[in-house]
Structure formats: structure tokens, C-alpha cells
């Protein structure tokens, strides 16, 4: 079984490959939305600066820690232009969002990783961030879009619909800022929180959106990971059917047994017809076969920050059940064996060699997530 030691472990070698690659700029990469040209990325460093912390809890390397700070202070000298609150977004335009422009996804993240600063330091100002990033989200993204209150993808008018992965990830975000601030966001995480949980389907998995059938590793892991992490801030009973199937069946469908995960889930030719054409069109005929998998011997192994957001939900999940950290740790050991390469980063996925800085950031971040889980005193696996 994987040890904390060897998880710590992976971690350094993994910081030491980042270091080489783009030293102080710890942001900067390829991704597969950008594969020929480096830019800088917000979400980066919120998970390197996350990853960080934890390395410097374990191991008490003052570097660790200054590049934890640093990223923070990065990320809070470069925020989205135009709002007076904290946001942050993607270097390159986006289906109708410009470069910088502000995305809930990535203004969560950016959150997540100054709270875990302030649960760590105890210094307000990092506080302070976390909830003027709150403040921009409530302001610019909750709205009611078809008789229901979500949280919207961007404030651009493109993204005015629901896209349960980001809408779960901001509650994840606002409800753990409501553990020390703010008790008027209440009302908000509760209005979003009900068109998540019945927006579950039969097989208790949720589609990417209401204009997409799509159901993937990535996104539904998303969607499990914002519900667990607004289950460990409001400890909500009444929820727990919900995330508790869904967890169960991420792993049945998506994984198997020794860890390797699936791409996308396996549907029928009955959804088809849910299919926009104009989807069809674009990604042709083939492609959109491959997304359902229908050609189910191409069905591709899910992206490498698919096995990441796995990781870091069934870590999430275990505080509820001890059980689902095995699925973490099954996930991790494929991962470790199959796409890790001996310089210290992670393949896309194993048919594919490239390593998208993006996708480094994300797995960084859960490898920290599932060590401080495994530093537990109910919990040795060392």
C-alpha cells in the first residue's frame, strides 16, 4: 500500500521537475487548450500553492513555504482587471470570455488555496481574500436562470446557464468561507445547492451541463468533490444519499479495480438524440461516438487531472467512510505506475506523453490532499 512517505515523496520529485522547468515562474506551461504556446496560469499556482503548504507542514523546508507565499502573492498582484473583488480566470480566450476574464472554476480554486493559508497562518489578510473572491462570485455569477438560483460560469453572457461541475465547485468554496465569515451567505449556498443534488440522474451521475449530455471522469468528479467539500463545512445528513451513491458509482463506472480510470461513461444510443448538432458537426461524427463510447474500445483513459479531482473526492469522502481512501490510494498507485516518468512529471494520460502544467498542478494538489489525509491519527498506512 502507498505510504505518506512515498506520497511526500513523489511530491518533491515533482516540485524539483516544476523548478527546472519554470523556476520562480511557477505558473507558466503548456496546456491542451494551449499546447505550442506558453502562458501563465492563476490556477496553477493556487494548487502548487496548496501542494506547498503541505510539503512544508511535513517537511519544514523554509522553501516550501516561501513558495507557497509566493504563489499567494502572485495570484493577489494578478487578478481578473475590471472588479474591485479578487477573481482570476484563463490567460487565452474562451468561448466568448476574454483572456483574464474572470470563471467561477477558477476563482474557487484561487479561494480554496488562501483559506488553506489562513486555516494554516491564522492571518486575516488571507481571510480578507478568500472573502472578496466569496463577494465577487455572490455579486457577478448567482443569479435564477430557468426558475432556479445558480451560480453562473462566468459573468459573460455565453455562460449564463447550468454547468453543475463549476456551480458544486463554488458551493464547495462559498460554504467553507461560511465557517468563518459571512453568515448571510447561508441562503446563497442553499439555493444553489438544491438544483445540484436533483440534478443527479438515474445512473447518479450528472451531465457537464444543461446544453451538453456529456458525462465525464473530470467534470463528474468536479460535481463530487464541491458537494463533499460543502458536506465537511455544514455536516449536512440530509445530503449524504446523494453524494454517497454518486461517489459509489464514479468508482464503479469510471474505474477499475487496480485504479485505472475511465474517460467517459458508457451510454446508449437512446442519448444520442439529446446530442446538439451543431456538437456533432464540430467534433464530428467519430468524436462524439468516442465521448459516449460508443466505439467502446476507444472510450480514451481519462486526462490525468481526472485522476487528480478522483483523488482528492474519494479522499474528501473518507471522512464519511474509510472505505472510499482506498480508492484514492488505487487511483494514485495506477497513477504512480503508469504515467509517471522519471523526471518528475506525469504523463496526459498514458498514449500521450505531454505534460500540461495544468494537469502537474492538479495532481500536485491531490497527492497533498490524500497525504493530509493519511497523516490522520485513525489512519496509518506508513
Not at 72 to 79: F, G, S, V
Not at 90 to 106: E, R
Not at 195 to 205: A, C, G, I, M
Not at 284 to 302: C, D
Amino acid at each position: 500500500m502507498t505510504s505518506l512517505s512515498q506520497v511526500i515523496d513523489t511530491m518533491e520529485q515533482m516540485h524539483q521537475w516544476r523548478n527546472n522547468f519554470n523556476g520562480d515562474q511557477i505558473g507558466y506551461g503548456y496546456d491542451e487548450y494551449s499546447k505550442y504556446k506558453g502562458l501563465i496560469y492563476p490556477e496553477v499556482y493556487a494548487k502548487y500553492a496548496v501542494g506547498y503548504l503541505f510539503l512544508y507542514k511535513q517537511t519544514e523546508n523554509d522553501e516550501y513555504l516561501r513558495l507557497c507565499r509566493d504563489a499567494l502573492q502572485w495570484l493577489k498582484n494578478n487578478t481578473s482587471p475590471h472588479y474591485n473583488d479578487y477573481c482570476w480566470g484563463l490567460p487565452f480566450y474562451f468561448d466568448g470570455v476574454p483572456a483574464n476574464g474572470p470563471y467561477l472554476l477558477t476563482t474557487s480554486f484561487c479561494g480554496h488555496a488562501f483559506l488553506d493559508y489562513y486555516e494554516y497562518s491564522k492571518d486575516s489578510t488571507y481571510l480578507n481574500t478568500a472573502e472578496s473572491a466569496m463577494d465577487w462570485i455572490v455579486d457577478n455569477l448567482f443569479m435564477k436562470i430557468g426558475g432556479n438560483d445558480i451560480l453562473c460560469y462566468s459573468p459573460y453572457d455565453g455562460d449564463r446557464y447550468f454547468i453543475p461541475n463549476a456551480v458544486s465547485i463554488g458551493l464547495g468554496f462559498l460554504s467553507r468561507v461560511s465557517e468563518y465569515t459571512h453568515s448571510d451567505i447561508d441562503p446563497v449556498v442553499k439555493a444553489v445547492l438544491q438544483p445540484l443534488l436533483s440534478s443527479q440522474n438515474r445512473k447518479y451521475l450528472w451531465r457537464y451541463s444543461t446544453r451538453s449530455p456529456t458525462i465525464d471522469n473530470l467534470h463528474n468528479a468536479y460535481v463530487l468533490e464541491g458537494l463533499w467539500r460543502h458536506w465537511l463545512s455544514y455536516r449536512d445528513p440530509s445530503i449524504l444519499k446523494t453524494i454517497t451513491t454518486g461517489t459509489d458509482a464514479h468508482w464503479k463506472i469510471f474505474f477499475e479495480e487496480n485504479g485505472y480510470g475511465r474517460g467517459f461513461l458508457l451510454s446508449n444510443l437512446r442519448d444520442f438524440k439529446e446530442v446538439d448538432l451543431k456538437i456533432m458537426i464540430r467534433d464530428m461524427i467519430v468524436q462524439t461516438a468516442n465521448r459516449f463510447g460508443f466505439l467502446m474500445n476507444k472510450n480514451p483513459e481519462t486526462r490525468l487531472w481526472g485522476y487528480a479531482a478522483s483523488i482528492r473526492t474519494f479522499t474528501y469522502a473518507s471522512n464519511w467512510d474509510k472505505k472510499y481512501l482506498l480508492y484514492a490510494l488505487k487511483a494514485h498507485k495506477h497513477v504512480k505506475t503508469t504515467l509517471y516518468n522519471d523526471l518528475g512529471y506525469f504523463y496526459y494520460r498514458s498514449t500521450e506523453k505531454e505534460s500540461y502544467i495544468r494537469h502537474q498542478a492538479h495532481l500536485f494538489e491531490a497527492l497533498s490532499v490524500l497525504g493530509e489525509r493519511m497523516t490522520s491519527g485513525s489512519l496509518n498506512y506508513d
